[in-house]
């Protein structure tokens, strides 16, 4: 087995706390906690990054293209995350939004041996959907080396889809393979190298920022509410009548009647108001 070269990486570099073993739960607490604050400023950094990254998605989807997430590890679970949580958020499709991780779906749970290895195993992965060039595919990997993120990137650069990245080192294989990489740099992990922390927190923020700034921008949040949301539950249902009490000044009863009637908060509000 050949020698894997992590030096210089930020995401591999020695842990600014020492002695971690000696120390009480609390220290323990304010050392996570005092990291962690440092994370939202390295995200400011990269907005630039993540606006260009946005603005190219959005204009293809508005023609009908489709996101992938691509990744391995904690990396592939924030992108099946994040994709999850696109249709009952947003009621868009299942298949607007996908995340894809290395070793299949049985690795969201249990790690899947040298999956992250194979270089063509992505671009096999993505295949499954028939992919197009209006899609975009997004490669996120901590370390920015990872072989089926690399791999998956520039099989799609190949066949003409849009690719992005969100990597937590500079200058990484993942961000040269990328047309508009997002480099969130967040420095030593708390506990040297495991990545799941700072890194793994980075980059749900910025995942965040993609996924929420992209449906709203596809018109799928009126005003600051989430008017096409799924109401798979008393409590989305609750919230609403709640929505559509605020958005057509009405009360409670006529409200609930209203979202019983047409399914959806913004039909709700479409039919009050056109009536």
């Known amino acids: ?12 570099a020695s842990s600014n706390h020492n002695d971690l073993d000696k120390k009480s739960v609390r220290e323990l607490l304010e050392g996570i906690n005092s990291e962690d604050k440092t994370v939202p400023l390295a995200v400011e950094k990269a907005l630039p990054q993540i606006e260009a990254l946005v603005q190219q998605i959005v204009a293809r989807m508005k023609k009908g293209g489709r996101l992938f997430y691509i990744g391995a590890g904690t990396s592939g679970r924030l992108g099946i995350v994040d994709a999850s ?10 298949d607007l939004v996908i995340g894809l991780i290395a070793g ?3 690795a969201i ?6 999956a992250e290895d194979d ?3 992505a671009w096999i992965d993505i295949s499954e959907y028939d ?3 209006e899609d975009t595919v997004i490669g996120i990997a901590a370390s920015g080396r990872t072989p089926y993120v690399i791999g998956g990137l520039k099989a799609a650069n190949e066949a003409g889809l849009l690719t992005g990245c969100i990597v937590c080192n500079e200058g990484s294989a993942v961000a040269a393979a990328a047309q508009f990489p997002v ?5 030593p992990e708390f506990v040297t190298g495991s990545t799941r922390m700072k890194s793994g927190t980075a980059q749900k923020l910025v995942l965040n920022m993609i996924s929420t700034t992209v449906m709203i921008q596809l018109g799928r949040v009126r005003g600051n509410k989430m008017v096409d949301m799924q109401l798979s ?35 709700a509000v479409d039919a009050y108001n056109n009536k």
């Not at 480099?183 to 420095?187: A, F, L, P, S, T």
């Open 104 to 106: 299949g779906d049985s």
């Open 183 to 187: 480099e969130v740099v967040v420095g």
């Open 233 to 267: 539950n008393e409590k989305l249902v609750e919230r609403g009548i709640r929505m559509i009490m605020q958005e057509a000044q009405i009360e409670y009863d006529l409200a609930a009647k209203l979202l019983q009637e047409h399914g959806s908060v913004r039909k």
């Open 119 to 121: 270089v063509n195993q």
């Open 109 to 114: 749970r249990k790690a899947v041996e040298n």
């Open 85 to 94: 949580e696109c249709p009952p958020t947003y009621g868009v499709p299942f």
């Open 1 to 12: 087995m050949s020698e894997i070269n992590l030096k210089g990486l930020a995401t591999e």
């Open 131 to 133: 992919p197009k060039p």
